[in-house]
């Protein structure tokens, strides 16, 4: 009787636990100030219909965003009309907003009406350059092929990014690089840059005074913003779409562009403008609590602990058998260091997107990709400090009739000690440092911080992530250095230091 009573207020627990989950909508926006901002009208807008909601704030691109939003891990972001049909639904052929609504809700996906401004794509250039020059439309970037440009890393593989532009206007520059969009602002400001990729709603267009280049010949499609949700959400919360579609022809260009501005130049924070939009414009008033500085430091710092301790404690319960393994047998050791040693040479960034099919975006792919980056230290440490035993060792063990085992456990391993903590260290430092880009993924940590910052050119921010990320790989160094002492039998120590 007491086992049936307990099973079912588990089984009511879970019901509520699953239930609660079920209740929450996540909202997902990508990793430029005005969808952080957007991001953040919806979840107002989320919250004043009674529904618990999550902001996932930069979480990448538009393809992180559209497969997140696919698989369910996110249920509605910003997005803009010309991606959709430019990017998404490249190839399609997609060319009014009925056929956009028809193939995407084949996907399973709504879209709301258009937002209310067109945040298309622009080109950019200083006006003193522009002026001396004698540049006004992109037509006359032409008579330049010196210039230097630098795009977004997204605009430079976008179906209507720099490729499509280039042979459009057939423009003959060669020095075209890419990074990252608000670092670009800072390029041109500095002079290594001649012209850049904007948002035509971008508050630094003012700010640094550029001269938007006329697109004369019409290369860039309508940017319409819009919001694009799982189709499910209509049936399962009619209310809430409801209030999504309300927002429709209600954010002017000027509106967007004043709220950028607030968030870029005047720091105030992104939920804290949302929330005054929508008191002014829909009354709609919500309370926002404004994260410390020691608080959110304090929550990226464990996110960061997290992704770090989990990767590198599932690295060593694999990583060390693997070194026995080659270490015993030599042949297929190879292949083991082989394979290891491939996976490190995989770009963090690469590896990290290469996850996100298998587990979608967040902790796990981060955790996953830590995890393998992990291993090569280990593997080749265990494998190295066993191998290099004495013969003579190892022939007094198995003189004495000791078996292999036991040779492991009491004489291999802790004469191996040494190097193998070596391989953990090192393994832990490339983790804390390799673990701030998992915030390009939605994954959090340290990284959040410098990735905001940059976004929002506050070096306060960016120290913020930087100085507890050295500070955890320094403090990681003193906690090996003194398990070295507690772990590694005295006179091997001895022999090391006198070495």
Known sequence: ?????????????????????????????????????????????????????????????????????????????????????????????????????????????????????????????????AAQLGVERIADLRRHPQLRFGFSNEFMDRGDGWPSLRDFYGLPQQEVRGLDHDLAYRGLESGTLDAIDLYSTDAEIRYYDLRVLQDDQGHFSTYNAVLVYRAELAQQAPTLVAALHRLGGRISEADMIQMNARVKLDKVAESQVAADFLEKHFSIETQVQVEGAVERVVRHVQEHLYMVAVSLLAAIVIAVPLGIAAARMPQFGQIILAIVGVIQTIPSLALLVFMIPLLGVGGPPAIAALFLYSLLPIVRNTYAGLHDIPPSIREAAAALGLPPGVRLRLVELPMASRAILAGVKTSTVINVGTATLGAFIGAGGLGQLIMTGIRLDDMGLIMQGAVPAALLALLAQGLFEWAERAIVPKGLRLQGETV
Not at 21 to 34: D, L, R, Y
Not at 71 to 89: A, F, H, M, N, R
Request: hydrophobic letters at 45%; proline letters at 2%.
């Open 1 to 129: 009787m007491m086992r049936g009573v307990c099973g079912l207020v588990f089984l009511c627990m879970l019901t509520t636990v699953v239930g609660g989950q079920e209740a929450q909508i996540k909202v997902g926006s990508k990793k430029f100030t005005e969808s952080v901002v957007l991001g953040e009208v919806v979840k107002h807008v989320v919250e004043s219909t009674g529904r618990a909601v999550e902001h996932k704030a930069e979480m990448g691109g538009t393809r992180v965003l559209w497969n997140a939003l696919l698989k369910g891990e996110i249920d509605v972001y910003p997005e803009y009309s010309g991606t959709i049909s430019q990017e998404i639904l490249a190839g399609e052929k997609v060319e009014t907003v009925a056929e956009m609504r028809r193939v995407l809700a084949a996907r399973g996906i709504g879209m709301s009406p258009p937002l209310g401004f067109n945040n298309t794509y622009a080109i950019g250039m200083r006006q003193a350059l």
